[in-house]
């Protein structure tokens, strides 16, 4: 079969290749690939800014039918429309160990959770960005209802955010990006911005104007840019005095290199900033499942284009010229399940 693969350590080296399809164990399951979205770190990978492992197959967020089962295997049958969490006994799937942007990968039963029969397997590609949503927002910092919510980044992660932040309740949800995002601030404001901002007019005034002049309860900054990270704490919520904690940002961002920030604020002012990576096992993965079963996100129109494996260079220059949103690769094609 063909499989994208980082072949080498380095910037580049991202080809397609033949390799033969897994052999699984006892207590795994053999998937066959639907999809798999490509992510900001699968470039991060490509330019050689993210940690991995090589030779590896990329793509982790990925949705797929149960081929094959072990003989240890008790909770999936042959038929099931799976997802699965990237953190295995051997390596994070798709970054350390092979993953989705191939037609077969091989995946432990631990990892594995069923969708209802039918379910789309394009919205379940979504799950382990949805998990990753519910870690930053909710497990390692909680979105109140009534909070005044910025976002910075209108990419697929800050857009989750933005319905995240309207699930939870937010007041006012206010999504910052580039002139050249206009698109996708575009649809920021179809699945529930309140305001879209331009970095380039210095948004920290409007949402100071916006909020009263207290700033933002909760910022999530997933914008993987300096800039971002300077809005994100010159917009969060002032305590200049008295109790701290009134101004919380979450960090999701990978910015592969050093960034130069002015932190004055974040002691003058008593901000807390949490990082969010990764996610807190099953519990996530189970409220991601359910959140996606029960349709309360827009996922169709996060997904802008989708693209054959043959077609990955197009598809991750695309993406970085921001012509793509979200951008689903299909190993074995789109008309198979």
């Known amino acids: 079969m063909k499989a994208l693969q980082k072949t080498q350590r380095g910037v580049g080296h991202l080809e397609l290749?033949?390799?033969?399809?897994?052999?699984?164990?006892?207590?795994?399951?053999?998937?066959?690939?639907?999809?798999?979205?490509?992510?900001?770190?699968d470039l991060l990978i490509h330019d050689d800014k993210?940690?991995?492992?090589?030779?590896?197959t990329l793509g982790h967020e990925y949705a797929g039918i149960a081929e094959k089962v072990g003989p240890k295997v008790t909770k999936v049958k042959p038929g099931d429309r799976v997802v699965a969490d990237i953190e295995t006994r051997t390596?994070?799937?798709?970054?350390?160990?092979?993953?989705?942007?191939?037609?077969?990968?091989?995946?432990?039963?631990?990892?594995?959770?069923?969708?209802?029969?039918?379910?789309?397997?394009?919205?379940?590609?979504?799950?382990?960005?949805?998990?990753?949503?519910?870690?930053?927002?909710?497990?390692?910092?909680?979105?109140?209802?009534?909070?005044f919510v910025v976002v910075v980044g209108p990419g697929p992660m800050g857009?989750?955010?933005?319905?995240?932040?309207?699930?939870?309740?937010?007041?006012?949800?206010?999504?910052?990006?580039?002139?050249?995002?206009?698109?996708?601030?575009?649809?920021?404001?179809?699945?529930?911005?309140?305001?879209?901002?331009?970095?380039?007019?210095?948004?920290?005034?409007?949402?100071?104007?916006?909020?009263n002049g207290r700033g933002a309860d909760f910022v999530l900054e997933c914008s993987a840019s300096a800039?971002?990270?300077?809005?994100?704490?010159?917009?969060?919520?002032?305590?200049?005095?008295?109790?701290?904690?009134?101004?919380?940002?979450?960090?999701?961002?990978?910015?592969?290199e050093p960034v130069t920030l002015n932190l004055d604020p974040v002691s003058l002012y008593?901000?807390?900033?949490?990082?969010?990576?990764?996610?807190n096992g099953t519990e996530s993965w189970e409220r991601a499942v359910n959140l996606i079963s029960r349709g309360v996100f827009d996922l169709?129109?996060?997904?802008?284009?989708?693209?054959?494996?043959?077609?990955w260079e197009s598809a991750f220059d695309n993406l970085r010229a921001k012509k793509d949103v979200k951008a689903l690769i299909y190993p074995n094609g789109r008309d198979w399940a």
């Open 17 to 41: 290749v033949e390799v033969s399809i897994p052999e699984i164990e006892d207590d795994e399951v053999l998937v066959k690939v639907w999809a798999s979205g490509i992510c900001g770190s």
């Open 91 to 147: 390596g994070w799937l798709g970054v350390t160990r092979n993953g989705g942007f191939a037609s077969y990968m091989s995946i432990p039963q631990d990892q594995i959770y069923v969708y209802p029969d039918g379910f789309s397997l394009d919205h379940m590609c979504w799950t382990e960005p949805v998990v990753a949503t519910i870690h930053s927002m909710q497990e390692r910092n909680n979105v109140r209802a009534g909070d």
């Open 270 to 279: 008593q901000l807390s900033i949490n990082g969010a990576w990764s996610w």
């Open 159 to 211: 857009l989750l955010g933005v319905q995240f932040a309207r699930l939870r309740g937010a007041s006012t949800v206010v999504l910052i990006g580039l002139r050249a995002d206009e698109e996708r601030l575009k649809i920021g404001k179809k699945v529930g911005a309140d305001y879209t901002l331009y970095s380039e007019d210095a948004p920290e005034k409007t949402v100071m104007e916006l909020s």
């Open 50 to 56: 993210h940690f991995y492992d090589a030779p590896v």
């Open 227 to 256: 800039k971002g990270v300077q809005h994100a704490i010159d917009c969060a919520r002032r305590a200049p005095e008295g109790p701290g904690g009134k101004g919380v940002i979450a960090f999701i961002s990978l910015w592969g």
């Open 300 to 311: 169709d129109s996060l997904v802008t284009n989708r693209y054959d494996l043959d077609d």
